[in-house]
């Protein structure tokens, strides 16, 4: 496959003069973008790609070891309604494909940064001291009699919690191994030996259940007796063959419903995760 240099080199029709080539070049990019926007949001297209993708889908959804079953609500929600758009939308902008991906539009008005340099330079800006954990590590020995002699009654209890992934669906006794993106629940079959059921209180392979959600909830409240409590959002769960736009807005209901209850009279902190949004 020729490099983009080759190829804009083929059809410029003005190679002496740098402005008039980048301008060129610029155009027939804005142009092809167009074009395959338009032939990508087409509705035969689309069709289209997503029969292509439930055709396909089968062949390789093996090697991430899901069932077959599992295509239907991938391809359809997933790639449909969340791939192919990005795709249509932002990926063959002119702005995105045109300046940052191809680098032949508006070019002058940005400037290329080495993400990797950056993080090196800011690094090596600190101390020698600073470069491992054993920094922070330190800290608490070093200052361990200062921390133990200030009043309680100054300090600020926190309790930080994440990545709920509540799973109302939940089923004791069901496949923690069905073959889906998620199991462990009511469509997940029942357990064809005991190491595979799934647990009252839980499966490591699964999402977390009502029962243990409840139970923390209580013991941070009860127990820990935080003066707040930050969350840091992904509440949704790992079915994403069978999410849909307001199977994710309930579940969000849902959650912030269960905990703003359970943490009744503490000020709570939340924000959202990258898996609580939809697509």
């Known amino acids: 496959m020729p490099s983009k240099e080759n190829f ?17 070049e610029c155009g027939v990019c804005r142009w092809g973008t167009w074009v395959l926007r338009e032939l990508l949001g087409n509705p035969i297209t ?29 391809i359809d929600q ?80 926190v309790v930080m919690m994440s990545d709920l992934h509540m799973d109302w669906d939940y089923l004791p006794g069901a496949d923690n191994s069905c073959g889906k993106p998620l199991c462990c629940r009511s469509d997940s079959g029942l357990a064809p030996t005991a190491e595979r059921a799934a647990g009252k209180w839980g499966d490591f392979k699964c999402d977390l259940n009502t029962l243990t959600l409840d139970s923390m909830l209580s013991h941070i409240k009860n127990e820990i007796k935080p003066d707040l409590v930050m ?22 209901k849902n959650i912030t419903k269960e905990v703003s209850e359970g943490l009744d009279g503490i000020k709570i902190f939340p924000c959202i995760g990258n898996h609580d949004t939809y697509p």
């Open 8 to 24: 804009f080199d083929a059809i410029n029709p003005f190679p002496s003069s740098t402005s008039i080539r980048t301008t060129a």
């Open 78 to 157: 997933q790639w449909g309604e969340s791939i192919l758009p990005f795709i249509t939308d932002d990926f063959l902008s002119e702005t995105v494909f045109c300046t940052y991906k191809m680098e032949v539009c508006d070019m002058e008005e940005y400037d290329e940064i080495d993400l990797k340099q950056i993080v090196f330079n800011e690094l090596h800006q600190k101390t020698e001291l600073a470069h491992t954990n054993d920094f922070v590590n330190n800290l608490y020995t070093e200052h361990k009699e200062r921390l133990a002699s200030l009043n309680k009654e100054d300090l600020v209890k």
């Open 46 to 74: 689309h069709e289209v790609l997503v029969g292509g993708g439930r055709a396909l889908c089968p062949f390789f959804i093996g090697e991430a070891g899901f069932v077959s079953a599992t295509c239907q609500g991938i």
């Open 231 to 252: 969350w840091a959002g992904d509440s949704v769960p790992h079915n994403i063959d069978t999410l849909d736009f307001n199977a994710n807005v309930n579940i969000m």
